[in-house]
Nanobody, 122 residues
Framework: VQLQESGPGLVKPSQTISLTCTVS??????????WNWIRQPPGKGLEWMGA???????FYNPSLESRASISMDASKNQFSLHLTSVTPEDTAVYYC???????????????WGQGTQVTVSS
């Protein structure tokens, strides 16, 4: 299974980051699988942002829940992240990741995208 993130690399403050993860050689609807967004700000550790399960249930990091939205299009085998009202603190490398359930440790994720840099700046 391969994952590939796509989206704009530069977003202005107060706007929305919109990213898409395309899954190939696998299916978003594989039983018990969940599909996640994770980010890593410069000089900091990984932060789990949220996930959508194979049946479309969503879960979010409480610190981002008011701004983040994750959806999926099973017909295209894609899932997406929308993060509203962004600030420079949202600058990070954004990863999509997936596998069985929602792991508690980052090294338990089976599938990872290569990551995409998103910079929030005017």
């Amino acid at each position: 299974v391969q994952l590939q993130e796509s989206g704009p690399g530069l977003v202005k403050p107060s706007q929305t980051i919109s990213l898409t993860c395309t899954v190939s050689s696998g299916s978003l609807t594989t039983t018990d699988h969940a599909w996640n967004w994770i980010r890593q700000p410069p000089g900091k550790g990984l932060e789990w942002m949220g996930a959508i399960t194979y049946v479309g249930s969503t879960f979010y990091n409480p610190s981002l829940e008011s701004r983040a939205s994750i959806s999926m299009d099973a017909s295209k085998n894609q899932f997406s992240l929308h993060l509203t009202s962004v600030t420079p603190e949202d600058t990070a490398v954004y990863y999509c990741a997936g596998g069985n359930g929602i792991p508690t440790a980052f090294d338990e994720y089976i599938y990872w995208g290569q990551g995409t840099q998103v910079t929030v700046s005017s």
